[in-house]
């Protein structure tokens, strides 16, 4: 019979009279991953707290390691949960070898060994297998590495559930899988996991089980056989597949982009074009050239050799070093909170861009009140606010993208558009992708894994060892399969 390691039965939790957990119930057996997906994000940063920190809830039961938890007093079940996410809970400046041994409760030595301590962590890696110099600083860890140090760490604290939290927009195509490999050798040791993402078709890949959660409360959970998509699609507040694609009519000779033969220091002799008007993912399958893409098109990198052309012209660092004023925008990750100005007001926001433009627009009275005429219909009374403070989320990224919109930039890069955003937001995200093909906007998606990527893409190029690797059209995106790549 196999040991129950969680289990949460109608467990209700407010905060400010906001319902956050709504009869929710969980169970997790021991050695397996247990998939929870985001229908949207409510109640899912107080689950974790409450898994990690034992809070208080208003009704139900928590038991972890069969032992019910009182709630409000301490570490649950005397800190055997632990929680991997995106923002690292490792200290920069000390080693793997201290990080997995000394920062964490129960270390008594007050005289720490380097020597004996980094034998101690080769020893305990290789019994997990992994390759992993215990002397290296956290700093000079690759995202893979570090994930992996602290994987070691939630084992060697004794941790029986370890929270694996939205990592996967961070870690590349072959990195992720790589990942989940380590997951099931962990399992195999009985080590527990709940594995929360915000995309079904990455939990299906690694979990035994998948349990579906909207507004706090479990609308489903799946069975291993019942990993299909339409199992999943009922949940979604609108079918991706309902956002209408604008079609793009192009001719030989309607390339805005070309990368011919260009070598930097992660980039090896790539060569690619991208038509005005397509929407394009650039898929890094092993995370290693983006940075380099970026830096060649703000002009922070020079090529060691090949042509660069933007709109038929050579793009060389000089240009790139006025990307704006030369018809190229970036929409960063995690736009909402590097993009914009909280204390400007809406309107000041959104129209930014313009008057920074190679032709800029004098941002007059009657200019302001073309712009709210436009805008007013799509963004609503959010467009009259003094500033953003208290705004959602959805109102925000639109503010984002329309901003770029209204620039009305030749081609704009969108970096991991997709990262942290739960399945609302990600259909959201892909219909002000699609404002931008209607206005002939050429779109870049810079990725390390596909998400949604593909349902509004024209075209998907992939990218392995700084090469190109492969080119697909929409109409053979059905051929693509991540998961068969060698590299």
Partial sequence: MRSEILRMEHVTAARDDMLLLDDFNLHIFGGEIMGLIGVNTNGQAFLIDLLERNLQIRYGHVYINETLQSGGHGPAAGGRVAVIEQKGRLIEDLTVADNVFVMHRGFKKYVIS??????????????????????????????????????????????????????????????????HDLLRSFSERGISFLYVCSHHEEAFKICDRVSIMRDGRILRVLDKKEFKNENVAPYYMDEFTAISQERIIKNSDDRVLTFKDIRTEHLDSLSFSIAKGECTVLMDLDNTVLRDMIGLMRGDVAPYEGEISFRHKPYG????????????????????????????????????LTDKKSHPV??????????????????????????????????????????????????????????????????????????FKKRNITAVMLVTNMADCLVIADKLITLAGGKFLSEYLRRDFHLFKSESIIL
């Fill in 317 to 352: 660092q000089r240009e790139a070093r006025q990307s704006f004023k030369n018809g190229i925008s970036f929409i960063w990750e995690d736009p909402v909170r590097t993009m914009l100005f909280p204390e400007m007001s809406y309107i000041a926001n959104l129209a930014f």
């Fill in 114 to 179: 380097s020597r004996v301590l980094e034998g101690q962590f080769e020893q305990l890696s290789r019994e997990f297998g992994i390759s992993l110099d215990g002397g290296k600083y956290i700093s000079q860890l690759a995202p893979y590495e570090r994930y992996e140090t602290e994987l070691l760490r939630a084992a060697m604290t004794g941790a029986k559930l370890i929270v694996i939290r939205d990592i996967g927009n961070l870690l590349s195509t072959a990195d992720l899988m790589k990942f």
């Fill in 362 to 435: 004098r941002l007059s009275k009657r200019i302001m009140k073309s712009i709210i005429d436009e805008f007013e219909p799509i963004i609503g009374e959010d467009i009259y606010r003094t500033d953003l403070s208290g705004m959602r989320t959805q109102s925000l990224y639109d503010l984002v993208y329309y901003r770029t919109y209204l620039a009305g930039p030749d081609i704009v890069f969108c970096v991991q558009p997709f990262n942290n955003a739960d399945m609302y937001m990600r259909r959201h995200i892909i219909g002000l992708m699609n404002q």
